[in-house]
């Protein structure tokens, strides 16, 4: 248990469906980061929510993409009209601090999307 | 801009030998540097960080970092390798915004 829940784990969609993750920190975090991970690369930040409030957005993520925090808890992520270079980890981190200094970030186990 | 720059995407090593993973950063303020452990379709799972105290870091498992800033680096290191170390690891630098900036990850093997 990471302390930090991604659901699902595992997600196969044909390419043009629409795909939702969820994130689900176990405690309090402000600062919730989306990242995707590519076979045999490190992880690229795409966005971060400070609280409710979206903070930031990579130029990776498209306007197909868009993410929520409606309450300041947990996130979605979405995938409209998915592409099969959409394929990736999808991962999750939350941190109490602002640069993850005193606590860290706590990785989530990723949501592992395949696009046919 | 920050950048991490991990030499090696591969290294082997034999259980009970040292283990060095090498990371050098680019920043042009101080940095908060971090290692993590990424196990075969797992998240990441923090093994040190250097925040501008120690340069010296200990972390989890036996292993350590030192932050030298005359070298940009921040290689990590474990005296005597175990069968359990085999995973992918990632040395990131954090942004003064907040998000972590990665290299592109060492695998480690073992070899018994």
């Known amino acids: 248990d990471t302390g930090v829940s991604q659901d699902p784990r595992h997600k196969i969609t044909k390419r043009g469906q629409n795909v939702t993750f969820r994130c689900d920190p176990i405690?309090?975090?402000?600062?919730l980061y989306w990242y995707r991970q590519t076979l045999g690369q490190g992880p690229e930040f795409l966005t971060y929510?400070?609280?409710?409030?979206?903070?930031?957005k990579s130029r990776l993520l498209s306007d197909r993409f868009s993410a929520e925090r409606p309450k300041g808890s947990f996130s979605t992520l979405e995938i409209q009209r998915t592409e099969q270079g959409d394929s990736a980890m999808y991962l999750c981190?939350?941190?109490?601090?602002?640069?993850?200094?005193?606590?860290?970030?706590?990785f989530g186990s990723g949501t592992r999307l395949t696009v046919v | 801009a920050q950048s991490v720059t991990q030499l090696g995407s591969h290294v082997s090593v034999s259980e009970g030998a040292l283990v060095l993973l090498r990371c050098n950063y680019s920043s042009s303020v101080p940095p908060y540097l971090f290692w993590y452990v990424q196990y075969p379709n797992q998240g990441l799972q923090l093994l040190l960080k250097y925040t501008s105290a120690a340069t010296l870091v200990k972390g989890i498992n036996g292993f350590e970092a030192e932050f030298k800033k005359s070298e940009t680096s921040f290689h990590l290191t474990k005296p005597s390798a175990h069968m359990s170390d085999a995973a992918e690891y990632f040395c990131a630098v954090s942004d003064r915004g907040g998000k972590l900036i990665f290299g592109q990850g060492t695998e480690l093997s073992v070899k018994p």
């Open positions: 405690s309090e975090h402000n600062r």
């Open positions: 981190a939350v941190t109490r601090d602002r640069e993850g200094v005193r606590y860290g970030y706590t």
């Open positions: 929510f400070q609280n409710e409030a979206q903070l930031e």
